[in-house]
């Protein structure tokens, strides 16, 4: 692991889950200087922070790089959504792809995959069938991953017709592997 990731990812665990953003800020600044992150860094401090368990550090870092006017592409944030999947903190995974939207950030099939997850992982399958239709809206294509993922949001909402009508729907698109 790069040396920079190492430490940062150190003193950000250190500030725990209720760290201010100023914090993070100061964390960033010394370990960076006036130098912005590469993206392959950030990468590696999110999922180094995710798999500590730290998704609200992990986020607080995004808001922060954000604000050091990092560009935040499509891969930092299907990371964050990653994250926020993981721990079932689906009202955060729907707030960064909406954000990616105000941002014009591209949002694709794997980052509303990993949100629908997030939903569904969480027993929004309101949430998860929303996004899901929000796909077609955004000419977002959907996998059988997308499928899968709101079929398991409604099952776990007991929404069986919904669910059905998904297995129907899934067996008349077109689906690449």
Same mark, same amino acid.
């Given at each position: 692991?790069?040396?920079?990731?190492l430490?940062?990812?150190?003193d950000?665990k250190?500030?725990?889950?209720?760290?201010?953003s100023d914090?993070?800020?100061l964390?960033?600044?010394r370990h960076m200087?006036?130098?912005?992150?590469?993206?392959?860094?950030v990468?590696?401090?999110l999922?180094?922070l995710?798999?500590?368990?730290e998704?609200?550090?992990?986020?607080a870092?995004?808001?922060?790089?954000?604000?050091?006017?990092?560009?935040?592409?499509?891969?930092?944030?299907?990371?964050?959504i990653t994250?926020?999947?993981?721990?079932?903190?689906w009202?955060? +995974?729907?707030?960064?792809?909406r954000e990616? &939207? $105000?941002s *014009? %950030?591209?949002?694709?099939t !794997? @980052? #509303?995959? =990993? /949100?629908?997850?997030?939903?569904g992982?969480?027993?929004q399958?309101?949430? +998860?069938?929303q996004l899901?239709l929000?796909m &077609? $809206?955004? *000419? %977002?294509?959907?996998?059988? !991953? @997308? #499928?899968s =993922? /709101?079929?398991?949001a409604c099952?776990?909402?007991?929404?069986?017709?919904? +669910?059905?009508?998904?297995?129907?729907?899934?067996?008349?698109? *077109?689906?690449?592997?």
């Open positions: 692991m790069d040396s920079v990731v430490n940062i990812c150190r950000v250190g500030l725990g889950a209720n760290g201010r914090g993070f800020e964390i960033l600044h200087g006036d130098v912005l992150f590469e993206s392959r860094r990468m590696q401090l999922k180094e995710g798999h500590a368990h998704w609200q550090s992990s986020l870092v995004l808001r922060c790089l954000q604000r050091r006017n990092l560009e935040i592409d499509v891969y930092l944030a299907s990371a964050s994250i926020c999947r993981r721990v079932s903190a009202n955060q +995974a729907v707030h960064i792809l990616m &939207a $105000e *014009r %950030v591209e949002r694709d !794997i @980052t #509303y995959n =990993a /949100a629908v997850s997030a939903c992982k969480s027993e399958w309101l949430q +998860a069938l899901f929000d &077609a $809206e955004c *000419r %977002v294509t959907r996998d059988i !991953i @997308t #499928y =993922a /709101a079929v398991c099952d776990k909402g007991d929404q069986w017709v919904q +669910a059905l009508q998904l297995f129907r729907d899934m067996s008349f698109s *077109r689906l690449e592997k």
